[in-house]
């Protein structure tokens, strides 16, 4: 019968390196941890990647002249990374846009008329020209055919699964000037 071992986790990475280099330079369990400075139940316990102190394993990963140190991150990963922080900055901005349209429709004055005229125009022109899914049409026709105070609360409640993507497809485009 064949015993098929998964070591997934970087202690236990470490712990097979840290054995397979102690037997490499012919040391015993006792001597490494001697000459570590940490007992040999401390090795012994690191060997089998159970928890145990990073100055512990960093001790008798130099006792066998290595060193332990972070991965520097790969390029695309670090695009990756920046991208994702892009867009959420990006996703961060559109809803405080949003929010400060809502502020106009919870005070119920001219600039509000205006932001829902200029709104429901973009929508219809959405239809008319077949620009945008009808799901986002209808969903804006919801928002934007209610009373100004409703407008107001719906803008500023958007966060659920939907919110970022109507924020994104938004008939306050032409409305919302950069920040």
């Known amino acids: 019968m064949y015993r098929i071992l998964v070591m997934s986790s970087p202690l236990q ?27 040999r139940t401390t090795l012994v316990q690191i060997e089998k990647g159970s928890d145990a102190q990073m100055s512990s394993i ?20 670090v695009k990756r990374r920046q991208a994702r922080a892009d867009n959420q900055n990006k996703l961060a901005a559109s809803r405080e846009k949003h929010l400060k349209i809502a502020v106009q429709f919870a005070l119920d004055n001219d600039e509000a008329r205006k932001l829902k005229e200029d709104a ?44 970022p993507a109507m924020r994104q497809n938004t008939p306050f485009a032409t409305s919302i000037t950069a920040p």
């Open 13 to 39: 990475i470490i712990a097979k390196d840290i054995r397979t280099l102690r037997i490499a330079q012919g040391m015993t369990q006792q001597a490494l941890a001697d000459a570590a400075g940490i007992s």
């Open 58 to 77: 960093a001790m008798a990963a130099k006792v066998l002249g290595v060193t332990l140190g972070v991965l520097q991150e790969s390029p695309e990963l």
């Open 120 to 163: 429901l125009n973009m929508i219809k022109l959405w239809q008319d020209n077949q620009l945008c899914s009808p799901v986002y049409i209808h969903r804006w026709l919801k928002v934007l055919n209610a009373k100004p105070l409703e407008i107001a609360r719906s803008l500023s409640t958007m966060d659920d699964e939907w919110g």
